[in-house]
């Protein structure tokens, strides 16, 4: 019996041991949502939303470093990595002391901006904003290794210590705010650094990265950045604008259409997390990257489509079944906002693939249409459908645009090849 089972967990690749990871850690955290929405009710859900769309921005902010990490461990080795590492580090502390501090010190003014009951909860926040600098470094030099293990084990973790922690502070203190909340994400971080990488986390002077290794860190720095801010734009300003314009009650309706609606992002993470590294060898190796993306896609539209159809035909069981009766008026929004989102899945896929190729261009495109989408929300809100609307629109504009650009650059490097033969 012990040989069998051995023998299936042997079988068993780490990347899909990974991606199975990352389904119970993404359920863990739309359970961890879920709980918070039933309990606390559509206004005092609103302030939750808040918080978690503010744990959401600083994830892609501090996705930047774990990228540069995760690519650049795949083509550096032994010292030069090391070097490579620890500098990585000592910029993701100062960066994350710099946000934390910028956030405690206006959390007044974030309470008025998106009229939140407190403003602890943002100065609670930030507290725990280096932590998970550190935290991104850390997963970065796991994902680049391949390291599936460790790094599924920091994301579980991190899920299950927000969750419990939460959960237990609500029920034991019976205390319903959104302190307790914060309190719950900023203990969470320190449970996400589990395993960490200390040998590469030093206050030493290490050496000086090659110039031109260093001009390469930079550019790919400074892209990703950018990239990563059109992430935040497009997957989190609705909630945030929705928030400004709406009340409290409306604006926590919009929470839960969003947290259902984004199933199929978060499920289509787990392929980008996978695509980087292979994409980055398979480019080193001197080998064709194109059948990678089609199969992600693939992956992607499948799931996205399930989600999209179920979402269609049974919006209210699904609304009752996660939120309960007190947010049935949305379930109407419910596919369409489906909808916006794998649209969004599926054009990110085409930007991270082309990021991990070094060609920036599908990044501008995606900045250029999170601008749009900002615009667009902020001239047309008389409703929440209104809203849902302008994302649908801003994101089939967006993949067609990727999809043109992918065909193009195809054509441009067959015809290269057919000249070189």
């Known amino acids: 019996m012990q040989v069998t089972t051995n023998f299936k967990l042997k079988s068993i690749a780490p990347e899909q041991l990974f991606m199975l990871s990352v389904l119970i ?44 990490t995760a690519k650049f461990s795949v083509v ?7 070097n490579f590492i620890s500098k990585v580090y000592k910029y993701a502390s100062i960066i994350g002391i710099s946000f934390g501090l910028l956030i405690i010190v206006f959390a007044k003014q974030l309470q008025l901006l998106f009229n939140t009951s407190t403003s602890s909860m943002f100065t609670i926040f930030g507290i725990g904003v280096p932590i998970y600098f550190l935290m ?8 680049g290794k391949k390291a599936y293990k460790s790094l599924s084990l920091t994301y579980q973790l991190e899920m299950l210590s927000r969750l419990l922690i939460t959960l237990g502070l609500i029920f034991v203190l019976n205390i319903q705010s959104s302190v307790v909340i914060a309190i719950g994400i900023l203990l969470s971080f320190g449970f996400g650094l589990v395993p960490f990488k200390s040998k590469y986390f ?5 050496e000086i990265l090659d110039q031109k290794l260093s001009k390469q860190v930079i550019r790919f720095f400074v892209i990703t950045a950018f990239y990563e801010l059109t992430q935040i734009i497009i997957n989190n300003s609705d909630i945030l604008l929705v928030k400004h314009y709406f009340d409290s009650y409306q604006a926590g309706l919009y929470a839960s259409l969003a947290l259902i609606g984004r199933i199929v992002y978060f499920i289509a993470w787990m392929f980008v997390m996978l695509l980087l590294p292979e994409v980055v060898q398979l480019k080193k190796d001197g080998k064709s990257t194109a059948p990678i993306l089609f199969k992600y896609i693939m992956y992607i539209a499948i799931i996205a489509s399930v989600i999209i159809i179920a979402c269609a035909l049974f919006p209210k069981l699904a609304i009752l079944m996660l939120f309960g009766d007190s947010y049935l008026a949305i379930a109407p929004l419910l596919w369409k906002y489906a909808l916006a989102t794998g649209l969004f899945a599926i054009s990110n896929i085409f930007a991270y693939y082309y990021l991990s190729l070094d060609k920036y261009i599908p990044v501008i495109l995606s900045a250029i249409f999170g601008v749009l989408q900002v615009v667009l929300i902020v001239i047309y809100h008389s409703n929440l459908q209104e809203v849902v609307y302008m ?4 994101m089939v504009l ?3 645009v990727q999809v043109t650009f992918f065909i193009t650059d195809q054509e441009i490097k067959d015809k290269y090849q057919k000249q070189n033969l």
């Open 25 to 68: 850690i993404n359920g863990g955290n739309y359970l961890y949502n879920l709980l918070l929405g039933r309990l606390l009710g559509p206004s005092q859900f609103a302030d939750a939303a808040v918080l978690i769309t503010f744990l959401l921005v600083l994830s892609f902010v501090a996705m930047t470093f774990q990228l540069a």
């Open 76 to 82: 550096l080795q032994s010292q030069v990595l090391q």
């Open 136 to 143: 991104s470094v850390n997963r970065g030099f796991y994902q």
């Open 202 to 206: 030093t206050f030493k002077k290490v």
């Open 391 to 394: 994302q649908i629109i801003t």
């Open 398 to 400: 967006l993949l067609i």
